[in-house]
């Protein structure tokens, strides 16, 4: 079988157009190229559109300002959710796969004119959604609860950016089928695009799962369909809802491998250890869709447990082995860079001033110990009582979504534009200190909120006074600190925000280019494509300043999960 | 490189690093312990939320909310019955736009089988500031035996998004000392 | 037939677990069949089981 015949229009490798990369030595496909960068810009503006929705949404949310009125925050809050929590981070999830395959394996991207069939109908798709909403009539939330009805074209446009987006998968399925077998390559695949592939097949399960509660729901808004069964609706709708997020999660841990191999040359500690915790993911981590189903009646406690664990939280020893490994391997790296002193002289010296290192370490750093400590415990058949649809649960994803997958993606905005783009990042000063602020933003508003949503707040909620309730309830003084605190640290958010785009346009629109010998503003490591030796521990078997970090984040993580048991005793009974 | 095919070919045969393995097999433990304890919680613990639902008319929900408010009224509250039941008596509370009905009084340390549901859209049950918070489905009875622990005047909020009303949506909850203590009470004060 | 070409390129005997984790439409199956027997069938049957009120 030839390659012709596994993606149909193909086209033959000699008809493709490559050029070699200065820094990197890659191959890269003119056509793969010119897809990235339009992927990664409509990522772009759909996050500058959603991010500016999150703005209102969380000054709307700080009670000293309550920015929008009740119906203007509910359709905003529509609206942002759609586009980040989907536009943006599919977009650029797209780029990801395109670079990880094409681009990573030196191979042509084959038929490229499906991708871009498949890029039309997810900016098609995106813009109806978006125009649906902004009409107003359609503000039933990212999750679409039935008996709630949207407007058909508000499930229309889902369906055909997720369609889109299934194209995207395909092609780079595709793009593997063909490398291996015009043997751009030798051996396995490179761990990135092991990554980037985890990804694609938790992509592939998402959309069909998408496809499969949405277009009933979208008979069901034209009159087609007399009846969507809410509990049903909501089993299969989190499928698509979780899984999503779980994309994210496995395209951004390839980025912080990416960006560590890209900038001080860091290898895998054990190629073994770290596609056996992608391998989990592949099987379990879809399965913590359950954790939005612990509140729900009718499903069995061994139903919930199974799949709320992944599956005895094997994908949660995933992501820990992760959490090792990837700190790991850029001290090993350090350390071989000649910074070998004392525990932490690996940290202190490494590239902070570049936004591609400090981003993806913020991310790596926040997605542990703030998404992914609150994810076990919020997932925790019983503690979920405590937490179900209080504000605590939006503080707990933009502790994965916000500081994990899009700090991670902003820092590997910062490789891509030079490398992909071909031009040097402007302002640099500006690019500097980006990631810290959108960090310590994204950080503070998911502590704060998951704060609030201890002492009970509500999310999805105009007001939280209750003034113009029949039976008044007054939340506690805490409470309101921490929604105000929320929208300060929304604030800096957005700066950082605001900062990343502006870089980005004006970097694509005015940044110089980079001609071949150029030397870069955020120079890459200097041993380019280059292995320094087999393995990352090679001659550096200790690691004593990951040792540190992990134990600090393992206490943590066990004495959080306890204090939370301590909550849960404390409840009311119920059986 | 991370970016770069493996080195060697065969690398399933490369040895673990000492490092990596024991987190790998502490990391292990803990999620068998984690996954261990939410099944231990089903024996050991006070606060697991019951399976037991029933499908149902929502209109036919209502009726039986409404006979039982009717037989239990005490008094009303702005408007709303304040409901009485027997203590270890089936209760039940309804969600719609926007309401929690009725307001119950119950007695610490009785319990009750809770029915809740809801007869427009989804809505979430969230007592506060004790912060229990469930899901309510409409078509789905949910019925939970559920055991004030503290005396006083609880609010339900919901937190299910359910229109633009949605944040005016609140109910309460009475929670009285024990009758026994209470006569006890007033024995002690005659004296 | 990538098979074929393996065992052509690479003498050597490659561990089945490396196997498993070079065939990337092999973890395609995986991954999709797992989550949606049980996540979805499962969960979607025990909904379906929710009995009626008398």
Redesign the interface.
């Known amino acids: 079988m030839t390659a012709e015949t596994v993606v149909g229009v193909g086209r033959r490798a000699a008809a493709a157009d490559f050029r070699t990369c200065p820094y990197t030595g890659l191959k890269v496909d003119a056509a793969a190229q010119t897809l990235i960068k339009a992927n990664a810009v409509a990522a772009v503006v759909f996050l500058l559109i959603g991010g500016l929705m999150g703005l209102l949404v969380a000054l709307t949310r700080w009670p000293a300002v309550h920015l929008l009125p009740a119906d203007w925050f509910y359709l905003v809050l529509t609206g942002h959710g759609a586009n980040v929590l989907l536009f943006w981070i599919i977009f650029f999830e797209i780029a990801v796969l395109y670079f990880a395959s094409a681009v990573l394996l030196n191979c042509r991207l084959p038929a490229p004119k499906f991708a871009w069939l498949g890029f039309a109908l997810m900016v098609v798709g995106a813009i109806i959604t978006n125009v649906v909403v902004l009409q107003g009539e359609s503000s039933v939330m990212f999750t679409s609860y039935p008996p709630m009805m949207a407007k058909p074209n508000f499930y229309l446009g889902l369906i055909l950016f997720a369609v889109g987006a299934l194209i995207g998968c395909a092609i780079f399925f595709a793009t593997l089928a063909i490398a291996k077998q015009e043997r751009t390559y030798e051996g396995s695949i490179p761990l990135v695009t092991f990554g980037a592939l985890t990804a694609a097949i938790i992509a592939v399960f998402t959309i069909a799962s998408g496809a499969i509660i949405l277009i009933p729901t979208w008979l069901w808004s034209l009159g087609l369909i007399g009846e969507i069964d809410p509990l049903m609706y909501k089993v299969v709708w989190w499928a698509m809802g979780h899984s999503s997020q779980q994309i994210n999660v496995s395209a951004h841990v390839s980025i912080w491998y990416m960006v560590g191999a890209l900038l001080l040359g860091a290898k895998p500690l054990s190629e073994k250890v770290s596609r056996t915790a992608f391998f989990l993911y592949i099987l379990f981590l879809q399965l913590a869709s359950a954790h939005h189903l612990l509140a729900e009646p009718g499903l069995t406690a061994s139903w919930k447990i199974v799949n709320t664990s992944y599956m005895m939280y094997l994908a949660v020893l995933g992501s820990m082995i992760h959490g090792l490994t990837v700190p790991g391997s850029i001290e090993a790296a350090q350390r071989k860079n000649g910074y070998d002193k004392g525990v932490f002289e690996w940290l202190r010296k490494a590239p902070w001033g570049n936004p591609a290192f400090a981003g993806m370490f913020l991310s790596l750093v926040m997605f542990g110990f703030i998404g992914g400590i609150s994810g076990v415990v919020l997932g925790t058949e019983q503690l979920n009582v405590l937490m179900h649809n209080t504000i605590y649960v939006p503080g707990h994803f933009h502790g994965t979504v916000v500081t994990g997958t899009t700090l991670a993606f902003m820092a590997g905005t910062y490789l891509v534009l030079p490398l992909i783009f071909q031009r040097e990042i402007v302002w640099p000063k500006l690019a500097k200190i980006q990631p810290y602020l959108f960090g310590i933003g994204a950080a503070g508003i998911s502590l704060f909120m998951m704060g609030a949503g201890t002492l009970g707040v509500a999310r999805r909620h105009w007001d939280i006074t209750f003034s113009d309730a029949e039976l008044s309830f007054a939340h506690s003084a805490g409470a309101f600190l921490m929604m105000g605190l929320n929208g300060v640290f929304a604030i800096l958010a957005a700066l950082g925000g605001a900062i990343y785009v502006l870089v980005v346009v004006g970097t694509v629109l005015f940044g110089k280019k980079i001609t071949a010998g150029h030397k870069l503003t955020f120079p890459l490591h200097a041993g380019g494509g280059a292995a320094v030796s087999q393995y990352g521990s090679h001659a550096t078997t200790k690691l004593p300043g990951t040792i540190v970090l992990v134990a600090i984040f393992f206490v943590c993580f066990v004495l959080y999960y306890f204090i939370n048991w301590k909550y849960l005793s404390e409840l009311w009974l119920f059986r | 490189?991370?970016?770069?095919?493996?080195?060697?070919?065969?690398?399933?045969?490369?040895?673990?690093?000492?490092?990596?393995l024991t987190?790998?097999i502490?990391?292990?433990l803990?999620?068998?312990f984690?996954?261990g304890?939410?099944?231990a919680?089903?024996f050991i613990?006070?606060?697991?939320?019951?399976?037991e639902?029933?499908?149902?008319a929502p209109s036919?929900?209502e009726a039986k909310v409404e006979e039982f408010a009717k037989k239990h009224t005490v008094r009303e509250?702005?408007?709303?019955p304040v409901v009485k039941p027997p203590a270890g008596s089936d209760i039940y509370i309804l969600g719609r736009l926007w309401?929690w009905w009725p307001?119950l009084e119950l007695e610490k340390g009785q319990?009750y089988r809770v029915h809740i549901s809801s007869i427009?859209?989804?809505h979430?049950f969230?007592?506060?500031?004790?912060?229990?918070?469930?899901?309510v489905?409409?078509?789905?009875?949910?019925v939970?035996?559920?055991?004030?622990?503290?005396a006083g005047e609880f609010?339900i909020?919901?937190?299910?998004?359910?229109?633009?009303?949605?944040?005016?949506?609140?109910?309460?909850i009475y929670v009285t000392e024990p009758k026994r203590a209470e006569s006890g009470q007033r024995l002690a004060d005659g004296r | 037939m990538t098979n074929e070409t393996e065992t052509e390129q690479t003498p050597e005997h490659v561990p089945m677990m490396q196997q498993i984790l070079d065939n990337p439409f092999l973890l395609l199956f995986l991954g999709v069949t797992i989550p949606t027997v049980l996540y979805i069938l499962w969960g979607v049957m025990e909904v379906a089981s929710i009995p009626l009120a008398d």
């Open positions: 490189m991370a970016v770069t095919p493996p080195a060697q070919r065969i690398w399933w045969n490369e040895p673990i690093e000492r490092v990596e987190w790998v502490i990391a292990f803990w999620g068998l984690m996954f304890f939410m099944i919680w089903h613990g006070g606060q697991n939320l019951s399976r639902a029933y499908r149902i036919k929900y509250e702005k408007g709303v309401q307001i319990s427009d859209w989804q979430g969230s007592l506060q500031p004790t912060n229990i918070n469930i899901q489905h409409p078509g789905y009875e949910h939970i035996t559920l055991t004030p622990t503290e609010g909020v919901c937190n299910e998004f359910c229109g633009i009303g949605h944040h005016t949506m609140t109910g309460k």
